[in-house]
């Protein structure tokens, strides 16, 4: 993610945010925070209750929903590939906290 954060726009607390944070944290605009928990939502559950779903709809067109769906989609795939085929981690990479 430290490669790729500069060039996406991220900032420092951000790229912290998104490794330690949440959604909440003041670094996001009402359309990131929107989107993360999305994101969080997806990976937690593999759903989206209905409270975000109205969020989701106020802020982006139906679309941009499907296609954020999917792009979610492909991200989880590629975890599944990076992290079954045991592939080695960027060495600069901001690392998540350890869930054990």
């Known amino acids: 993610m430290t490669l790729f954060a500069a060039r996406a726009g991220l900032s420092p607390a951000q790229v912290t945010s998104l490794t330690t944070g949440s959604a ?3 670094c996001w605009s009402a359309e990131e925070r929107c989107l993360l ?3 969080d939502a997806l990976h937690r559950d ?3 209750d209905d409270d975000l779903w109205d969020a989701l709809r106020s802020t982006f067109s139906e679309e941009a929903i499907l296609e954020l769906l999917m792009l979610a989609g ?3 795939t590629v975890s599944y ?9 960027e060495p ?3 690392r998540f906290p ?3």
Do not use: E, K, W
């Open 37 to 39: 928990r999305m994101c």
């Open 92 to 94: 600069d990479a901001a």
């Open 46 to 48: 593999c759903s989206i």
């Open 81 to 89: 590939l990076t992290n079954a085929l045991r592939l080695p981690l």
């Open 24 to 26: 909440d944290d003041g």
């Open 74 to 76: 492909f991200y989880r």
């Open 98 to 100: 350890s869930r054990c």
